[in-house]
Structure formats: C-alpha cells, structure tokens
C-alpha cells in the first residue's frame, strides 16, 4: 500500500513562525502566555501547553498585572483595544501577528481613515475578523456570502471590499460580482455616476489559495484521503471541501484517534493532508499508524 503525505500541506510560514516565536519564548521566559488559542490545532496546543505555555482571555489581563507575565499575540493579530488594555495592566506583549494579516490591518486603517465604507468577506467572530473591525471601531460590514452583501451594503456610498485571509477565492469573487451588479443597475437607475468609487482588494492569503488546486489534484490520485485538521480551522474547512469534492471518499479527523481502518478497504493507494494550522508530526503520526495496520 502507497500511503503519501501531501507535500504542500502543513504549518503555513505564518503559522511556523508564530510557533517558533513561542518556543523561544518558553526556552528563556517563564510565565509565557498566549492571549486565544495559539493555532487551531488541540494536539499542537496540548504540545506547547505542555512546555509551559498557558491560553489566557483579555479577562486575564487584570489578574496578570504586576506578575512579570509574557503574552503573545497569535497570528489572527489582535484589535487596538487589547494593545490598550495590555498597556494598561502593563503587561508586555510579544507581537505574532502574521505579517500578511498585519497588512490587511494597515490596508483596512487606511480605507476606513479615508472615509470608505469597508466590507469584508469573512466570519463575523473570528479572531482575524474581530482585529479587523477594530481597527475601524467596529464599523465596517461583514460578510459571508454574496446575499448578506447585497442585503447589507449601500453601494451608493464609496465601498471597498476586502478578505478575510482565510476564505475561499471564489466565494470572494460572487460578492466582488454581485456588488459590482449592484452598482451598474443603480447607476442605470439614477442615470448618475455616483456609485462607480468601488474597490474590490483581494486579500485571501497565497499561503492558503495557493494550496487548493495542488490539493485537488493530489487528492483525485488518490484512493482514500485522510483529511486532518482542527474542527475550528477556518482554513481547514475550505481544503477538506476541496479535498472532499477532488475525491469523495475523504475523512475528516482532528487526531489519530479518530482514524477508523475500515474506510480504507480496497484502497491502495492512501493520501494524507492538513490545513495551515496542522502539524507535520500529526500526519505523520497518521501516516505510520496507517502503515502499521497494513503491516499487521
Ligand atoms: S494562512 Fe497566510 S495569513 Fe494566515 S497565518 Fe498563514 S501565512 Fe499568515
């Protein structure tokens, strides 16, 4: 039996930096924190917590003042507001934030500084959203598909459309679209040109889109796909989708114990793939366990 791990899936450079920050961390701080879960990965958490690393909530922050506490900040980056409240508490901060999600802070700063109205593709409470919104004081519109747009968006007011760094490129374009759609009938309506101030700023991460097409066709080479990834991977969602749809016969598990042997019947050929936020060592783990069971 031929069992492959995909080779472009695993930890995105974002993410493996964000990591390798906190193992430096923990090498010469004690009393590292980080401010949410530091990817969306149990077993990669469970690693870190067990080489000291403790998740804390900004509720935390009052209790931390004064103890000496590192926090890290994640890769999703964080809103103004928690730099305030960390200053306040003085508690000193490590910045993580994804460099590329730094980037769509600064490049939504700008837009909302201009006077647009910003809408961004993406889910309302994720953490990289709930950083983008603040850095506009919550007044951008976000949504996730091209109906909440069209319901939500007064296109007759200068727009700029962006991403979450983690959505699908496609579902990035029906909005894009719609919106677009929008426009030329009100601009028909009105006989004015006073919508056309439209910018739609494609924003989705090349770390995650670019993955997609190599990942349908590995998985269509494929006899069985063993999927592996956090339930609350955003990022996760999207690749098994694509996996899923490249190769019908593919299993979603968060880890090795919930790979069940009887989805590989008449397989011989077996491949394994992640999200972003999954470690290398976790489809491996899948990868030999898969290997023993044929040996056996
Ligand atoms: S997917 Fe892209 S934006 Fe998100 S952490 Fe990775 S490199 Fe950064």
């Known amino acids: 039996m031929d069992v492959q791990i995909d080779a472009n899936s695993g930890f995105c450079w974002g993410v493996v930096r964000t990591v390798e920050i906190a193992e430096e961390l923990l090498k010469s701080r004690d009393n590292v924190h980080v401010l949410g879960h530091i990817i969306h990965n149990p077993r990669e958490i469970e690693r870190l917590e067990q080489a000291g690393l403790r998740t804390v909530t900004i509720e935390d922050f009052p209790s931390l003042s004064g103890s000496g506490a590192t926090v890290l900040i994640r890769a999703h980056g964080e ?21 590329v999600v730094t980037k769509l802070q600064e490049r939504v700063r700008k837009f909302f500084l201009d006077g647009y109205q910003v809408v961004v ?4 409470n994720h953490a990289e959203v709930l950083g983008v919104r603040g850095v506009c004081h919550d007044k951008c519109i976000v949504v996730l598909n091209a109906e909440e747009a069209l319901e939500q968006v007064d296109v007759s007011k200068p727009t700029v ?13 029906k909005v894009r679209d719609a919106l677009k ?3 030329a009938d009100l601009v028909v309506d009105t006989m004015e040109s006073i919508a056309t ?11 995650v889109s ?5 990942l349908a066709e590995f998985a269509a080479e494929r006899d069985v796909m063993i999927f592996v990834a956090g339930r609350a991977s955003s990022n996760g969602k999207v690749l098994f989708n694509v996996c899923k749809d490249a190769n019908p016969r593919t299993h979603f598990i968060e880890g090795l114990d919930e790979l069940n042997v009887e989805w590989l019947e008449n397989a011989t050929k077996i491949g394994i793939s992640g999200a972003t936020s999954t470690p290398h060592w976790l489809m491996e783990q899948v990868r030999d366990s898969i290997q023993q069971h044929v040996a056996a």
Do not use: N, W
Not at 121 to 124: D, E, H
């Open 197 to 207: 101030d439209f910018h739609a700023k494609d924003t989705i991460c090349g770390q």
């Open 210 to 214: 670019g993955r997609e097409k190599k």
């Open 79 to 99: 809103p103004p507001a928690t730099y305030q409240e960390a200053f306040k508490h003085e508690i000193e901060l490590v910045d993580a934030t994804c460099p």
């Open 181 to 183: 759609e929008k426009i």
């Open 121 to 124: 593709f993406g889910k309302k």
């Open 161 to 173: 459309l962006f991403s979450q760094t983690t959505m699908d490129r496609p579902g990035f374009f």
